[in-house]
């Protein structure tokens, strides 16, 4: 598979050196991602920006994506198991990395073998972390992660009081930061907003001084008040609207094309895809794209004679989707472009200016989390630009 240009390109796609198999060709916009870094670190300072890189870097990539942000600034990062800290530790050495999902039984070892910190959130793993820090003779720093009313992870009102009676049981150990998560911050008018941080504040008063981290991209946004002195976006700097009812601020990170396989015409009458589901009310010209729900393109996206489904663009022009979405397939409907302006070879945007991720997340009845972690292993992925 050597490098094409004879390949017929969308115009988006132009000059890049595309393998002549590509299907589906992701653009990860490293500049847009770093622009965002740098409106969330603003919109937070004084606080420090880290960065949220689990589920693989929300589908970019968390060693492409971290490093980019490590370039610019970003020393702190949190992923959210054990071995996307490994991933993360070899790209990034002198990082400063947190794993969510806190210590498993037995995991002080590699823990401390690859300078990770655990998010700890519960006693058992705090009395875990502390009889390692013992046994090593060193305080290894680690996260406490309070639940003040979100009921995933974090310690309970209860375990919150007991460190609070008998703060020695933090002796043992390092605690770098004081973090707790909220539940509904896309919904900026939301009163539990506001209840989280009081009791996030009332606990951090009552036990031993650390670094405080309450926000997530959302909470940024709710105002310094809730910045504290780390804040955690994940979503806003890969592009997602941190809010769930108004415009997004944020840049769009992520494109997405299709390759054109073939081009065929079809009669009045007439069903495409499996199941027969949407019957033609005209003759129509279509064009099947090498791209299905096993590549994250999900089925919802489809369309039947009940409800129309996401359209492609091509060269601004959307081209509505034609029934099902197949596991490798998609049919779009080319009817209403000028003739002969779509070959075969050629690239139909998916996802991207014209419709972005918030858009196809609505269509398909998800959230942009979904979309961009479902983003699947078959793409050409092109990072564009980002270091330094
Ligand atoms: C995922 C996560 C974040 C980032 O949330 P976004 O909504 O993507 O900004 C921050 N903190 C914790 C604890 C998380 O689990």
Redesign the pocket.
């Known amino acids: 598979m050597g490098a094409a240009s004879a390949i017929s390109l969308g115009d988006p796609l132009e000059g890049l050196d595309l393998p002549p198999s590509a299907t589906g060709v992701l653009i990860i916009d490293l500049e847009a991602l770093i622009r965002n870094y740098f409106k969330l670190r603003d919109e937070a300072a004084p606080a420090e920006c880290a960065a ?1 890189v ?1 589920g693989i870097g929300y589908g970019l990539g968390a060693c492409e994506v971290a490093s980019a942000l490590f370039a610019n600034g970003c020393r702190t990062f ?1 992923v959210a198991t054990l071995s996307e800290g490994e991933t993360l530790r070899e790209a990034l050495p002198d990082s400063v990395i947190y794993v ?1 999902d806190g210590l498993l039984p037995g995991s002080g070892p590699d823990f401390a073998g690859l300078g990770l910190r655990p998010v700890l959130g519960d006693m058992a793993e705090i009395e875990e972390w502390a009889r390692f820090c013992q046994i090593n003779e060193q305080k290894l720093p680690a996260a406490l992660h309070a639940d003040t009313g979100m009921n995933r992870l974090g310690l309970k009102a209860a375990d919150q009081q007991r460190l609070i009676e008998k703060p020695e049981r933090l002796d043992a150990v390092s605690i770098s930061l004081l ?1 707790s ?1 909220l539940a509904c911050a896309d919904e900026p008018e939301r009163r539990e907003n506001a209840l989280q941080r009081e009791r996030f504040v009332r606990f951090a008063a009552n036990i031993p001084s650390a670094p405080l981290s309450l926000a ?3 909470g940024i946004f709710l105002g310094p008040e809730f910045c504290f002195d780390l804040v ?5 700097l890969y592009g997602g609207n ?1 809010f769930s009812k108004r415009t997004n601020p944020m840049e769009q990170v992520v494109s997405l094309y299709g390759r054109v396989l073939q081009i065929g015409e079809a009669q009045t009458g007439e069903t495409v895809g499996y199941g027969g589901a949407f019957q033609l009310k005209r003759p129509t010209n279509y064009a099947t794209v090498a791209v299905g729900y096993a590549d994250g393109y999900l089925f919802a996206l489809g369309s039947s004679d009940k409800r129309s489904g996401a359209p492609a663009y091509f060269r601004g022009q959307p081209l509505p989707i034609l029934g099902r979405v197949s596991m490798d397939l998609i049919v779009f409907d080319i009817t209403d472009q000028p003739q002969n302006s779509i070959h075969r070879g050629d690239f139909v945007e998916l996802i991207g200016p014209h419709f972005t991720v918030d858009d196809t997340a609505a269509f398909a009845g998800t959230i942009a ?1 979904e979309i961009l972690t479902s983003l699947g292993p078959r793409y050409t992925r092109i990072y564009r630009g980002g270091l330094g």
């Open positions: 949220v689990k949190f969510l973090m998560h997530n991209s959302a955690r976006p994940g979503i806003a941190p989390y």
